[in-house]
């Protein structure tokens, strides 16, 4: 059952930090549209394969501070003071991103493969992301660190991520419309998750300090 969790907990992480129009998901996309499903697969795969190493490594990075419940705290209070500063800057401060549309030229498997490596790697993202999931959800029981749980959940977040490619690809000519008016309000959308971010960060502050 806590296995099941960690899949899904992986999965539905996974999912909602990769789902808003990047610069992966709309080049995998494009990718398609362009050079057909074969290169945008192994586009895919190479950004999958950073993905789980930057999952994989951003669990046992936590796993490592979370012994340390001075350090956590610490950390939470410096997530709360950076997701605070994110949610004024995005919400109040920065201006509405230029759509610009991305040109893709043909080119073959392999180097989409290392392009889709290249692009993954690039994104800084995902580590402090899975980081500061695993530790919260630890906080609520509903993940552990043990390896088990920690494969499993690792595993969800390469079902969700692929989920997500799936459906750009599959349906990209019906969202892409849609995709543009997300990049056209991309400010508010990510100053809402981080303003979301900061709530629950500030009340795991309290709780830490009121035990």
């Known amino acids: ?5 960690s899949l899904f907990t992986g999965f539905a992480t ?3 930090g990769i789902t ?11 990718v398609n549209l362009k050079e057909g499903r074969r290169n945008a697969g192994w586009f895919i795969l190479g950004a999958i394969i950073i993905i789980f190493f930057q999952a994989y490594v951003a669990i046992l990075f936590a796993r490592v501070i979370n012994v340390r419940p001075d350090i956590v705290a610490l950390l939470r209070e410096v997530g709360f003071g950076i997701f605070g500063a994110l949610t004024v800057y995005f ?10 549309k991305a040109k893709i030229k043909k080119s073959s498997q392999k180097k989409r493969f290392f392009l889709g490596m290249l692009l993954s790697a690039l994104n800084f993202f995902p580590i402090p992301y899975y980081v500061f999931v695993s530790i919260t959800l630890s906080t609520y029981d509903f993940f552990s660190f043990e390896l088990a ?4 959940f690792v595993t969800g977040v390469v079902l969700g991520s692929s989920i997500v490619f799936y459906f750009y690809i599959q349906f990209f000519q019906k969202i892409e ?4 008016y ?12 981080t303003g979301l971010i900061s ?9 830490f300090y009121l035990q």
């Open 14 to 16: 996974a999912f909602i």
């Open 149 to 152: 749980s920690v494969l499993t």
């Open 1 to 5: 059952m806590n296995l099941l969790i």
């Open 199 to 207: 709530v629950v960060t500030l009340f795991n502050i309290i709780r």
């Open 182 to 193: 997300l990049l056209r309000n991309m400010n508010k959308i990510i100053g809402t998750i």
């Open 177 to 180: 419309s849609k995709a543009d």
């Open 91 to 100: 919400l109040w401060i920065a201006k509405t991103p230029k759509i610009k």
């Open 20 to 30: 808003p129009p990047g610069l992966l998901n709309m080049t995998a996309a494009k």
